[in-house]
């Protein structure tokens, strides 16, 4: 893989690896950039990987290398202090709930000495403190050069360190957000560089998807409620009434939101004609006229002011940014596109490209080459596999030769996961992002899986459909733990499913047993209490846990070692089959005269799948077993094609197998 990466740093090009757990791809893609002497980004999509390439893998590279090497941190701006709108919460109504003083004097007192302004040094403040947005910016409430506080602005100041470094670490939100501002023709985010590396790259197009389109929702609104009354009772009270134009609006944001309908969780609504489907014309349309006609009011009174001050300005321009929105979502939907409504306690309107794939491609595409200069020993593929071969020639190398620029030539673009497709073409991951033209390559894990993992399937459950499988999945759970004692991940495919298997072993699992379900406390306290398992000083004479969770503990979650040794998956994860999105793609897959099962909806279950089953083994010296409850897996033909998609673990064949494994696990966590 590095040499792969090196020939592609060099010559130019795209090159998607699918690089399996255990392949140390961190470092087979970091080595050669690193040593070719390139300005380069390297995004990824979570922030824990992003903290760990820039606080650990980067710099230990650097130092054993010897690289002079420049690298710098880039996070979206909603994770950078904002100091003006710190100075400003104080006024705000969030500021008077209980124990907010004391947090804001915490900020206060930070904010004094944090160089990078990075919220993730201040311990004690989860994202989803409602104190957050107070004391960060957005894209919609940023003032920009306008700022009192501009010079002194922490967003600023990182991207001027990016710009000057050799090397930045962003995510793929922002790296959208540059591709957006750059078509717009604003200043750009980023450095302009020869080499961009994905990490992460499965999760591109959704996001991209997510962030190039269209968005309208009740939380902007409020948010825009929120701004305007503090800002205008600290700046201009008395000259317009602004508890009547907050007010105004937050009662239309409310009545829009209930014209909706009620419904039990977060649902996705298809667009049909003008509306959402299901919802009642008129209402919807007297909503959406409320909140127009409340945002008109509210840009009046701003207008009123707007000489007093930059913050009323930008109000000002937020509040007509939102009713061109309402206008082009009472707007006939575009052709190319999909629009649905997303519903719970919010209500949220998107219209979205299908996928980044003409976006993308435009951007990926290969530019006529410059001549490329071959003079830097270390730009030579062959001088890599020297180095990784251990050749003393190499390691003893001049810094500054390590360096030199090696080309002028075209961009390089580097995608990389361990999960990119069920297939050797990776067609699930190259057509949406339009690399129809990369070089693709996979590398296999280098874990024996067939000694350290089994693979179940418990036929004797009843069908995913009937309504009683959760229960039969919890109970199945539940007499695993009596003999394992925790050291147990349950991952569902729906809300409903977790929360009814959380609460059935809450209720009838022994107290040795510490039950954790997704929702119940912070992702964090929840990833850092299951990997601390239980066991010998454990103050509740625990003996493990279990974990019962949803949604992004299919992913990212890493637990090597004996803390987890049964990972058990209670369906198939097929896409929802009335999610608008997933509809839109198969109807325009059905009209290419593909399959929208074969081609769209299995590749989806298959990549999902093997993301939930790497949770399993993340290490040479891991043990495990992997229970999927469901029967289709081997009752059903494209099963054998779900199964060939996992890592190749010997199977169980009944239940008397399954029990017996996990007692052995108990015995010795060293085999299986």
């Known amino acids: 893989m590095a040499l792969a990466v090196s020939r592609t740093v060099q010559a130019g090009g795209q090159l998607v690896v699918e690089a399996g757990t255990g392949t140390g791809k961190t470092y087979a893609y970091l080595v050669p950039v690193l040593l070719s002497g390139q300005r380069a980004l390297v995004s990824t999509a979570t922030k824990a990987l992003q903290d760990q390439l820039f606080s650990r893998d980067i710099p230990r590279l650097i130092e054993v290398l010897g690289l002079p090497i420049r690298v710098a941190l880039l996070k979206g701006r909603s994770n950078y202090l904002c100091l003006h709108r710190m100075e400003q919460a104080r006024h705000s109504p969030e500021s008077a709930q209980p124990g907010a003083q004391k947090a804001l004097a915490k900020i206060e007192t930070w904010s004094q000495s944090t160089r990078t302004g990075d919220m993730a040094e201040l311990t004690g403040l989860d994202e989803r403190s409602p104190l957050w947005p107070l004391v ?11 700022c009192p506080r501009y010079r002194a602005c922490h967003v600023n100041l990182a991207r001027k360190e990016a710009m000057a470094a050799d090397v930045v670490v962003i995510n793929h939100h922002l790296f959208f957000a540059d591709m957006a501002v750059r078509e717009s023709g604003v200043a750009e985010l980023l450095p302009t560089v020869r080499v961009t590396v994905f990490d992460e790259a499965h999760q591109l197009n959704e996001i991209g998807v997510n962030f190039l389109g269209q968005q309208l929702s009740t939380v902007q609104l409020h948010e825009l409620v929120r701004d305007v009354l503090a800002t205008g009772l600290q700046l201009a009270r008395g000259l317009v009434d602004w508890q009547s134009l907050s007010a105004g609006l ?69 509040a007509r940014e939102l009713m061109q929105r309402a206008a082009m979502f009472a707007d006939t939907p575009k052709p190319e596109g999909v629009r649905w409504a997303e519903v719970s306690a919010q209500l949220r309107l998107i219209e979205s490209p299908l996928d980044i794939a003409q976006s993308f491609s435009a951007l990926t595409r290969p530019a006529s080459a410059a001549p490329v200069n071959d003079a830097s020993p270390l730009a030579d593929p062959d001088s890599l596999e020297a180095l990784l071969a251990g050749d003393p020639r190499n390691t003893s190398l001049d810094s500054a030769s390590h360096v030199a620029p090696s080309s002028v030539g075209q961009r390089a673009w580097i995608f990389t996961s361990a999960t990119l497709g069920d297939e050797p073409t990776l067609r699930w991951f190259t057509e949406p992002c339009g690399l129809g033209s990369a070089e693709v390559m996979q590398v296999n894990s280098p874990f024996d899986y067939a000694s350290q993992a089994a693979l179940y399937v418990p036929t004797h459950l009843p069908r995913p459909g009937d309504a009683g499988h959760a229960g039969q999945v919890a109970r199945l759970v539940q007499e695993a733990l009596a003999i394992l004692g925790g050291r147990t991940l349950v991952l569902t495919t729906t809300l409903h499913a977790m929360r009814s298997i959380g609460e059935h072993l809450q209720a009838q699992c022994d107290a040795s047993v510490e039950v954790l379900v997704q929702g119940q406390s912070p992702k964090r306290r929840l990833m850092e209490r299951f990997r601390e398992g239980g066991g010998q000083g454990d103050p509740h004479g625990r003996s493990g846990c279990v974990l019962v969770a949803s949604a992004s503990f299919w992913e990212g979650f890493d637990v090597p070692g004996d803390a987890l040794q049964l990972v058990v998956i209670d369906k198939l994860p097929f896409p929802p089959p ?3 999105l997933f509809e839109a793609r198969s109807q325009r897959m059905t009209q290419q005269g593909k399959s929208a099962f074969a081609d769209h909806a299995l590749p989806e279950a298959a990549v999902s799948l093997k993301q939930g089953a790497g949770r399993l083994i993340r290490s040479e010296t891991d043990r495990g077993i992997l229970v999927v409850c469901d029967n289709r897996l ?39």
């Open 578 to 580: 009335g999610d608008p």
């Open 634 to 672: 081997v009752g059903m033909s494209y099963g054998r094609r779900l199964v060939r998609g996992l890592p190749e673990m010997r199977r169980l064949d009944d239940h008397k197998a399954f029990l017996e494994t996990l007692q052995q696990l108990t015995k010795d966590a060293t085999k299986l």
């Open 136 to 146: 960060t910016s957005t894209r919609d409430n940023c003032l920009g050069s306008s």
């Open 250 to 318: 937050e009662k239309a944001a409310r009545d829009w939101r209930l014209a909706a309908g009620i419904y039990r969780g977060a649902v996705r609504l298809r667009w049909t004609g003008q509306q959402p489907e299901g919802v009642d014309p008129d209402e919807w349309n007297t909503g959406m006229q409320a909140v127009t006609q409340a945002l008109a009011d509210m840009q009046n009174g701003l207008d009123m002011v707007s000489e007093l001050g930059p913050d009323f300005q930008r109000l000002g321009d937020r």
